[in-house]
C-alpha cells in the first residue's frame, strides 16, 4: 500500500472518532512511518503498530502548557504484514488509533485489556 493511501486511512480513522475526543486531541500530531525505532519499541520483543509519546491528560497538572505536541504514530511495515487486505489494513489502523488515543487519555493497557481492547 501506498504511503499516501495508508495517511488517508489513518485521517479516515481519526475522522470517525467521537467529537468529544477529537476535540480534545488539537495537541497531537499523527504520524506514520515505516517501522519503529530501536528506542520506540523499547523492551519490547515484537513489533509494535503504533505508540504514543507525550503526558496523558490524566497527568497534567496545573502547570501543563507551551508543550511541544504529544504523537501517536503509525507503523505503516508491521500493520500490513499482519494483514491480509486493505479492509484489513484500515481496521487495523482504526484499532491501532482508538489504542493510542486512549493512551493519551490516560488509559494504559491493563485497563484496555478489561475493556476488550
Known sequence: MTREKFEEL?????????????LR????DILVEDRPTVEQRG???SEILGLYEGVPHTERGENYNL???DRITLFQKPIEA???SDEEIATEIERTIIHEVAHHFGIDDR???KMGW
Open 43 to 45: 523492551r519490547r520483543g
Open 25 to 28: 486531541l488539537e495537541n497531537v
Open 111 to 113: 485497563q484496555l485489556k
Open 82 to 84: 499482519m494483514c491480509r
Open 10 to 22: 489513518a485521517r479516515r480513522a481519526v475522522e470517525s472518532l467521537p467529537e468529544e475526543f477529537k
Open 67 to 69: 508543550a511541544m505536541p
